[in-house]
């Protein structure tokens, strides 16, 4: 069964830093897509990053690029988020997910990817 648990959220002021961490178990990731979403009380899903399996490739929204730093390491099965820089705006849940198959167009649909965490909340204050 695969599992994935994200940890790090907490309360900062803006332009602080967190360090998000994405745990994910019940099989072998080195094929997968790693991916982290947020999302805001009474908005959509937003893409936020995402990494290749081989940690060759990475993709981010212009509202987070330059900010935010996605990371893997294989091995542990594990994903980071760090956060520079971090706004009001950028306070909502953040998710973790992974896909298999995705090509580079995909990595920011929310639909391709097949398991997600349970959230961690980031809040943002001014």
């Known amino acids: 069964q695969v599992q994935l648990v994200e940890s790090g959220g907490g309360l900062v002021q803006a332009g602080g830093s967190l360090r998000l961490s994405c745990a994910a178990s019940?099989?072998?990731?080195?094929?997968?897509?790693m991916g982290w979403f947020r999302q805001a009380p009474g908005k959509e899903r937003e893409f936020v990053a995402a990494?290749?399996?081989?940690?060759?490739?990475?993709y981010y929204p212009d509202s987070v690029k330059g900010r935010f730093t996605i990371s893997r390491d294989t091995a542990k099965n594990m994903v980071y988020l760090q956060m520079n820089s971090l706004k009001p705006e950028d306070t909502a849940v953040y998710y973790c997910?992974?896909?298999?198959?995705?090509?580079?167009?995909?990595?920011?649909?929310?639909?391709?990817?097949?398991?997600w965490g349970q959230g961690t909340q980031v809040t943002v204050s001014s």
């Open positions: 990494i290749s399996w081989n940690g060759g490739s990475t």
């Open positions: 997910a992974t896909g298999r198959y995705l090509s580079y167009s995909d990595y920011g649909k929310p639909s391709e990817y097949d398991y």
């Open positions: 019940g099989r072998t990731f080195s094929s997968y897509v």
